[in-house]
């Protein structure tokens, strides 16, 4: 079975400070797929970043990158610097090749401070 | 951005109506997926094709059903709606598997059953 765990309904981050939002997951597929997405208050889903399970380098995109730890299957997002326009919901995401349905977790949501 | 459209974006419906939610696409990418989005549920799988006529369930598919006649259309219908499938539904697309793409979303369509 597939499941996605984030464990901070709600974490608060200093404008220009970094922040890291937590996420562990459970799969039997050999090769599977980790996302982030950001929903903002407006409702619509923005793709963060990717990271591939065999990939060997930590995905980075601009001030997001991706703590993946295999060992301890996590996969945490990390955003740099915060701005206020961080202030969202954000999913983690999991896509094996069984099937190839997204999983995801239940957000976690960022309240950036002035 | 890619191209995804859901119609239609807001409807109020009564208990016991059927309804029909669209979502249209673009891309010409292969798979498709609708979700629901409740919160402190995250998004919820209910049903998605991997192909013309090829659909499957999700997680969470009981009062669903969906079609696929076109690449570009995928139709989430509601037999019998009721006051629990009160929620936002998002479409999704994504290309080819293996756990190496991401999806893109529709706006979502606000769904409230009355």
């Known amino acids: 079975a597939q499941k996605i765990t984030q464990t901070q309904p709600g974490m608060f981050v200093q404008e220009k400070e970094a922040v890291t939002l937590d996420c562990t997951y459970d799969t039997s597929d050999p090769s599977y797929g980790l996302f982030w997405y950001k929903q903002p208050s407006s409702g619509e889903m923005i793709f963060l970043i990717y990271q591939g399970s065999y990939d060997q380098q930590n995905a980075t995109e601009g001030r997001y990158s991706l703590n993946f730890q295999k060992a301890r299957k996590s996969a945490n997002l990390v955003i740099s610097a915060s701005q206020l326009g961080d202030s969202a919901m954000y999913f983690c995401a999991m896509r094996g090749t069984t099937g190839n349905q997204f999983y995801f977790g239940t957000g976690t949501s960022l309240t950036v401070i002035p | 951005d890619a191209g995804i459209t859901q119609s239609p974006r807001h409807k109020v419906t009564e208990t016991g109506t059927p309804v029909t939610l669209r979502c249209h696409q673009t891309e010409n990418h292969r798979y498709m997926y609708w979700y629901r989005q409740d919160p402190g549920h995250g998004l919820r799988l209910i049903h998605y094709?991997?192909?013309?006529?090829?659909?499957d369930k999700g997680e969470v598919s009981d009062g669903y059903s969906v079609s696929r006649s076109k690449t570009e259309d995928f139709l989430l219908t509601l037999e019998s709606a009721t006051s629990s499938q009160t929620s936002v539904y998002f479409c999704?697309?994504?290309?080819?598997?293996?756990?190496?793409?991401?999806?893109?979303f529709g706006q979502g369509t606000r769904l409230t059953v009355v």
């Open positions: 094709s991997y192909g013309v006529k090829d659909t």
């Open positions: 999704a697309i994504s290309k080819t598997g293996q756990g190496l793409t991401e999806a893109f």
